[in-house]
């Protein structure tokens, strides 16, 4: 659960004093190159960063008056609303470098203050980059402003360049409106966070039931302009599952959907919100599908043999297509169950979860494992199971499933500390069918180890897993990390390379260039390649007819110029 009252890092993860002492992040280290059997020692531990001694530029704009209210230019503020918490954010960060950040932070409380601001920023050419829980790891919510038509020609660039930027924060706006119990919905305000959430639901016995590993800090609008993955292995994977209809505040007016449980009224006003990243306007408001919090609860890690990851694989798929629709299905390969703690005995571990608020799991949990036991997978220890109105106990809360599920959120916490250290530590997500899997994976693992050893000199760690799968194909998830002795200076331009061959490769292998973590700024070279150019002029024109000035978070998912090209031919 997050908690208000405590300060939130203004460059790391998280709460600021999650971060470790420099003792501690040198004993990880150490324990992180052993375990992981990095080459050489690892380097010492830099000190953390001071707010003080962050390098941030002047304002170039000033507070309007009619603003006043609810905007600042404050420098805390904008330091804190500068980036993210992508690797390369947290090393820029870091290092103390603030050179993006907005000029103006706004906290509006309402539609109203929303819309004025909207109508000042299009008239001042002042860029507005909607803000949830900053927890982008795309680039997403970045005030790095490209000048719009920068690659071709300079009459464009003078006639749209913009003055400055304003972070438009949406957490003021974190209420639950309404619930109908009777359709399972609840009216929310988008800057609630998941936390908040599922507190003001749980009167209802109700829940969201949408956990990305953000949920501490990400918000509702987050989700939904992210087109966020959650909770749900299957099934209920993305946040579009759950959208009954959206309220969205555009520069040219207010958008809403009408709330159903389906329609087949033309395309769908939601779809197109729902992933746009802001770039067409503000969601504000969300109808948004719940659930009873589930009463029964299933578990079990089922272990495959380290030479069997193409039979864990085979078994993983087998229950993605078996009409089963475990609420957790995660396949971690052997590496990834060591860096997770899962377990070390070199064995690919899938993790298996059912839950319900109507029946008890265990029928399901049996016809899984003899489905896993039919590819040679093994459950030691046997299933878990749990009725929560009987004993508190939560299934996974222990054992391997457990293990897992802390390092889950663990994760973010420990790639700040290693940035200190100077190591290359990302993650990134993809998905393919089934078919195309096998030669993705082992083109990702080789590629990216020999680019690991190009750039650094020294062998590194690839892992996977799979965070979610479908009857036609898995999401893989995959983390490098590289030993780096010079520290977080090189560690930027070492990273940029790795990401570079491990986003051509997802694009040349069929695969998308992202599963649940948006396109943003950092995305966006690979998404030009896997999008269709039709569909890319019919976005372009959508967001000219609900963005007229262009000021709603440029750069995300178009390119500048190919906003103008949609309208100029």
């Not at 970045?142 to 006639?159: C, D, H, M, T, Y």
């Not at 946040?239 to 007016?253: C, K, M, W, Y």
């Not at 093994?378 to 299934?395: F, L, W």
Request: a neutral charge; hydrophobic letters at 40%; charged letters at 20%.
């Amino acid at each position: 659960m997050s908690d208000d009252t405590r300060a939130r890092s203004f460059w790391a993860w998280g709460y600021q004093d999650r971060f470790p002492d420099a003792e501690a992040r040198a004993q990880l280290g150490a324990q992180l190159f052993a375990l992981l059997g990095l080459e050489g020692p690892p380097p010492p531990p830099r000190d953390a960063p001071t707010l003080a001694g962050a390098r941030v530029p002047a304002p170039r704009v000033d507070v309007p008056p009619a603003l006043a209210s609810f905007c600042t230019s404050a420098r805390e503020d904008r330091v804190t609303h500068t980036y993210g918490r992508s690797y390369r954010d947290l090393v820029r960060g870091f290092l103390g470098d603030f050179s993006p950040a907005p000029d103006l932070v706004a906290y509006p409380e309402d539609e109203a203050q929303i819309q004025a601001l909207l109508a000042w920023a299009a008239s001042a050419r002042v860029a507005v980059i909607p803000r949830g829980g900053g927890t982008s790891v795309v680039g997403g919510v970045e005030a790095e402003l490209e000048r719009e038509g920068s690659g071709g020609g300079g009459n464009k660039s003078q006639r749209t360049g913009f003055t400055g930027a304003v972070s438009l924060d949406m957490r003021r706006q974190d209420r639950v409106l309404e619930v109908d119990a009777t359709s399972l919905s609840a009216r929310i305000q988008a800057g609630a966070t998941g936390p908040r959430i599922d507190a003001q639901l749980a009167p209802h016995g109700l829940t969201l039931r949408h956990f990305p590993q953000s949920y501490e800090f990400a918000t509702l609008g987050g989700y939904i302009a992210t087109r966020s993955g959650g909770h749900f292995a299957t099934v209920y994977t993305h946040i579009d599952e759950f959208v009954q209809s959206l309220r969205t505040v555009t520069p040219a007016g207010v958008m809403e959907s009408r709330r159903l449980p389906g329609s087949g009224a033309g395309p769908s006003p939601d779809r197109l919100m729902i992933g746009s990243e802001g770039i067409f306007g503000v969601i504000t408001e969300a109808w948004m599908r719940v659930r009873p919090k589930p009463r029964w609860r299933s578990s079990a890690s089922v272990k495959f043999a380290s030479a069997d990851y193409e039979a864990a694989v085979a078994a993983t798929r087998a229950l993605a297509q078996s009409g089963l629709h475990p609420a957790n299905c995660r396949l971690l390969d052997r590496r990834e169950a060591m860096l997770n703690a899962v377990t070390f005995d070199g064995a690919h571990v899938l993790v298996l979860g059912f839950e319900s608020a109507d029946h008890p799991t265990e029928a399901w949990m049996k016809r899984a494992l003899e489905i896993t036991a039919t590819h040679g997978g093994t459950c030691p220890k046997g299933p878990r199971h749990s009725d929560a109105q009987a004993r508190e106990a939560r299934p996974g809360s222990s054992g391997a499933a457990g293990a897992w599920r802390d390092a889950f959120f663990e994760a973010p916490y420990l790639q700040s500390a290693l940035v200190s250290l100077g190591l290359i530590v990302d993650t990134f997500e993809t998905a393919c069918t089934w078919d195309r899997f096998p030669a993705l994976h082992r083109a990702v693992i080789q590629n990216v180890r020999a680019a690991i050893q190009r750039v650094t000199g020294r062998k590194g760690l690839v892992t996977c897993r799979f965070t979610h799968v479908y009857p036609d194909g898995p999401a893989p998830y995959f983390t490098f990390i590289a030993a780096n002795q010079d520290g977080p200076e090189a560690a930027l331009e070492r990273w940029a390379e790795l990401k570079r061959v491990a986003s051509d490769t997802l694009i040349e292998h069929g695969a998308t260039i992202t599963h649940h973590h948006a396109v943003g700024r950092v995305h966006r070279p690979w998404y030009r390649r896997q999008r269709p150019e039709l569909f890319a002029r019919a976005l372009a024109s959508a967001k000219r007819a609900l963005d007229p000035a262009g000021v709603m978070n440029p750069g995300v998912l178009l390119a500048p110029e190919e906003v103008h090209d949609a309208v100029d031919g």
